[in-house]
């Protein structure tokens, strides 16, 4: 697979990220299409191994999914720039720590803007923790889902 090829799967794979923080998007499986594209292009065992892998890890995160109360979010005041700085909150932990930075990064992202926006400590977290359990906890599973694919994609073709 040439050079071009991976940057565009890469690029469908970002796209993807971005998908799970905006509702009604298939950022999951934009994700999991383009491990499928690749492992079709590359066919070779380790591929046909992150393609299985990837399946199942989405298939049991949309089954989590499913089991979490739904999301509300014209009543807790979620905003874009919100879902904004959530994602590359997310992005930049899992950059700096990867894989488990994603997590305190995505909450980090909620607190930031909401300080932001509200000037105090107390009552950015008190908005945070609101957030979290309106919707926080949906979207970041499938974030967190999604960011172990893209990196276990990254460690194979800079293994491969």
Known sequence: MGAWQLLLVGLVMLLGLFGVL???????????????????RVQTGVAWWLLVGATSLLLVTQVVVWQLPARRL?????????????????????????????VPGYVGGIYLCERLR?????????STRTVMRAVGTSVLVELFACLLIVGAWMGAVLAG
């Open 22 to 40: 905006v509702p009604g998007v298939p950022g999951a499986w934009l994700v999991w299409a383009a491990v499928m594209w690749w492992a079709l």
């Open 118 to 126: 509200l000037g105090g400590h107390g009552p950015a977290m008190t």
């Open 74 to 102: 014209r009543g807790v005041g979620v905003t874009r720039r919100m879902v904004a700085y959530a994602g590359v909150g997310a992005l930049v932990g899992f950059i700096l720590l990867p894989v488990v930075g994603a």
